[in-house]
């Protein structure tokens, strides 16, 4: 089963502005880390933001910031004031701490290609 | 910050070909790693968990005596394609992280695109 949901195939977002992607996850553990990473043309895989799943406030880097609904089981990422250079893919990911087995491996979600244009 | 360092960027060979990619950790120890697949456009699949002195772990579809896991060091995992066929064709990437705490991310290095003729 699906346990990263990203809904949002691709997006366009002007300049400037402020652009939110989507991501749904489904565990029953208590605890796990949710992540977003950027993966532009050139393939590397960009680490932008972590949250904790007993994390109280939602986290923020930068102009990037994590809308944590627990309760609904989401993630969003805002990304604020885009730039030309934000135009890449971006994936939410999630990791589990049940066992001893699956600690440290990600559940990637189908990603979201963001288009930013002038 | 810690780096991983993945080594061909880019590789294109003939059929029948083995092919050994390199993944390591530059400043810091790395008892597990992992390797990934990508199709253009789609998300990054799972292939095999790399531990450190011991078997890896591949998921389920995977084969294991196609691709060959080697994690010799605890800081580097190496993944041999063997008799590559045009099929194997991909985007391969790999990650590490550090020991213990649950938000450190995976480290990723910068892939390997793999081409066989």
């Known amino acids: 089963a699906q346990k990263i949901t990203q809904t949002q195939p691709g997006m366009f977002v002007q300049e400037k502005e402020a652009v939110t992607l989507d991501c749904t996850y489904d565990?029953?553990?208590?605890?796990?880390?949710l992540f977003w990473y950027k993966q532009p043309s050139s393939g590397e895989m960009i680490f932008l933001i972590y949250q904790g799943s007993y994390d109280q406030q939602n986290a923020t880097e930068g102009r990037y910031s994590l809308n944590f609904q627990k309760a609904r089981k989401s993630a969003n990422l805002v990304i604020s004031a885009s730039q030309l250079g934000d135009s890449a893919m971006y994936f939410c990911?999630?990791?589990?701490?049940?066992?001893?087995?699956?600690?440290?491996?990600?559940?990637f979600g189908a990603g979201t290609q963001v288009v930013v244009t002038p | 910050g810690a780096v991983v360092s993945q080594h061909p960027s880019r590789v294109i060979c003939k059929s029948g070909t083995s092919v050994k990619i390199e993944c390591r950790s530059l400043d810091f120890q790395a008892t597990t790693m992992f390797w990934y697949r990508q199709f253009p456009k789609q998300s990054l699949m799972l292939m095999a968990t790399s531990n450190e002195g011991s078997k890896a772990t591949y998921e389920q579809g995977v084969e294991k005596d196609k691709f060959l896991i080697n994690h010799a060091s605890l800081t580097l995992s190496t993944l041999t394609v063997t008799s590559a066929h045009p099929e194997d064709s991909s985007f391969y990437i790999c990650?590490?992280?550090?020991?213990?705490?649950?938000?450190?991310?995976?480290?990723f290095g910068d892939g390997t695109r793999l081409s066989i003729l």
């Open positions: 990911a999630m990791r589990e701490a049940t066992t001893t087995d699956s600690w440290g491996k990600f559940q």
């Open positions: 990650s590490a992280r550090d020991l213990g705490m649950s938000n450190q991310p995976q480290h």
């Open positions: 565990t029953s553990d208590p605890s796990y880390g």
